[in-house]
C-alpha cells in the first residue's frame, strides 16, 4: 500500500518569498503524483500533476513540482509567494496502471500562510 | 468545463439518522470515488466504484455505508445510521478511465454534520 508524508505541517511565509513543501512518497511500484490546493472554504483543485516523461513538471498560478525517484520525493516549489497562495496544500499518490481503482492516497496536508 | 456537482452542500443530521450525500459525476466519465476529510484532517480514501459494483473500499466504509448509481448520472453515498464521528467533508470524484493515469476530477463537497 503506498503512503504520504508531508513534513511541513504550517508554513509562514512573507510575500515573495520562496516556496518549497516537501512531499515523501512510500510505495514499490510506479506512480502517479499530484499535488492539490484547498484555498479556505473551498474544495480541492489540481495544482500539477506527474505521470511520467520530465520530472520537473509545471502547474498553474506559477507553482512547480520536481519529481526524484531516488528520494521518493514530489516537492512543491513557487519562486515568489502572493497573499493568495494562503491554503491548505496536499501531496497525492496513485498507483499506476491500477485501472478501475486508482484511488488517492493524501498526506496530512500543510497548510501554507502568507503575510502580506 | 465539465464539472463533478455535489448536493447537497451542508447536511446537519441527528444522530442514528439516515443520510444521502448526491454526487453528479462529468457525464462520460467511468470511475467514481468517495473521500471524506474530517475538520483539521486529511484527505481519505472510502470507496471507488465502476461498472455498478464497489472495486475497493476502506476499513473506515463498513456496514453503514452504502454506494449506489441509480439512474446512470447520480451518484449516491448513503450512511444508514449517522454517528458523530461521521462528521466530515465528503467529497465525489471521477475519472474517465481512458487510460491508467487519469486526473480525479473532485466536486466541491459535502458537510456532514451530526448532532
Known amino acids: 500500500a503506498q503512503s504520504v508524508s508531508q513534513h511541513n505541517h504550517h508554513v509562514i511565509l512573507s510575500e515573495a518569498a520562496s516556496l518549497e513543501l516537501g512531499c515523501n512518497y512510500s510505495?514499490?511500484?510506479?506512480?502517479?503524483l499530484f499535488w492539490y490546493v484547498q484555498y479556505p472554504g473551498q474544495h480541492l483543485q489540481l495544482l500539477l500533476k506527474?505521470?511520467?516523461?520530465?520530472?520537473l513538471v509545471k502547474g498553474i498560478k506559477g507553482f512547480e513540482a520536481e519529481f526524484i525517484k531516488s528520494k521518493f520525493s514530489f516537492n512543491l516549489r513557487k519562486p515568489s509567494v502572493q497573499w493568495s497562495d494562503t491554503a491548505e496544500y496536499f501531496c497525492?499518490?496513485?498507483?499506476?496502471?491500477?485501472?478501475?481503482?486508482?484511488?488517492?492516497?493524501f498526506g496530512t496536508g500543510t497548510r501554507l500562510t502568507i503575510i502580506p | 468545463e465539465p464539472e463533478v456537482t455535489q448536493t447537497p452542500s451542508h447536511q446537519v443530521t441527528q444522530m442514528g439518522q439516515e443520510v444521502i450525500l448526491r454526487c453528479v459525476p462529468i457525464?462520460?466519465?467511468?470511475?467514481f470515488y468517495w473521500y471524506r476529510q474530517i475538520l483539521g484532517q486529511k484527505v481519505e480514501f472510502l470507496v471507488s466504484?465502476?461498472?455498478?459494483?464497489?472495486?475497493?473500499k476502506s476499513e473506515i466504509f463498513d456496514d453503514q455505508f452504502s454506494v449506489e448509481r441509480p439512474d446512470g448520472s447520480n451518484f449516491t453515498l448513503k450512511i444508514r445510521s449517522t454517528k458523530l464521528e461521521d462528521s466530515a467533508m465528503y467529497f465525489c470524484?471521477?475519472?474517465?478511465?481512458?487510460?491508467?493515469?487519469?486526473?480525479?476530477?473532485f466536486g466541491p463537497g459535502t458537510r456532514l454534520t451530526v448532532l
Open positions: 510505495y514499490g511500484g510506479t506512480v502517479n
Open positions: 466504484f465502476y461498472n455498478n459494483e464497489i472495486s475497493e
Open positions: 470524484a471521477s475519472t474517465s478511465g481512458t487510460s491508467g493515469s487519469n486526473e480525479q476530477f
Open positions: 506527474y505521470f511520467s516523461g520530465d520530472p
Open positions: 497525492a499518490v496513485n498507483a499506476y496502471g491500477n485501472f478501475g481503482n486508482e484511488k488517492l492516497t
Open positions: 457525464s462520460n466519465h467511468l470511475y
